[in-house]
């Protein structure tokens, strides 16, 4: 069993910053890419960010790129994503995930096995 807890989460104003960071434990693990997702009230969870473990490969979502950076930390099984021009629209809770399982070709956006309880961030206009 994989366990991910975040942090990071809360309320700034648009144009704010904020930091979410992501830790990873369990006795086995192993990650070929990590995600952050989101999901505002009334809408489905949408795919955010992904790196991959190896090789730190990211990818992003069209309405987050150039603002939003994740990165991650091998040494302590912990993602980020830094999130920058916070906008009011980003307010959602967001999840991460792992995917723990490697690939010939990796899709950013499906295959992860383990996710987080989320981090509520809300931002005001």
């Known amino acids: 069993q994989v366990q991910l807890v975040e942090s990071g989460g809360g309320l700034v104003q648009a144009g704010g910053s904020l930091r979410l960071s992501c830790a990873a434990s369990?006795?086995?693990?192993?990650?070929?890419?990590m995600g952050w997702f989101r999901q505002a009230p009334g809408k489905e969870r949408e795919f955010v960010a992904a790196?991959?473990?190896?090789?730190?490969?990211?990818y992003y979502a069209d309405s987050v790129k150039g603002r939003f950076t994740i990165s991650r930390d091998n040494a302590k099984n912990t993602v980020y994503l830094q999130m920058n021009s916070l906008k009011p629209e980003d307010t959602a809770v967001y999840y991460c995930?792992?995917?723990?399982?490697?690939?010939?070709?990796?899709?950013?956006?499906?295959?992860?096995?383990?996710w987080g309880q989320g981090t509520q961030v809300t931002v005001s206009s």
């Open positions: 995930a792992v995917r723990t399982k490697s690939t010939v070709v990796w899709v950013p956006t499906l295959g992860y096995d383990y």
């Open positions: 369990g006795r086995t693990f192993v990650s070929y890419a």
């Open positions: 790196i991959r473990w190896s090789g730190g490969n990211t």
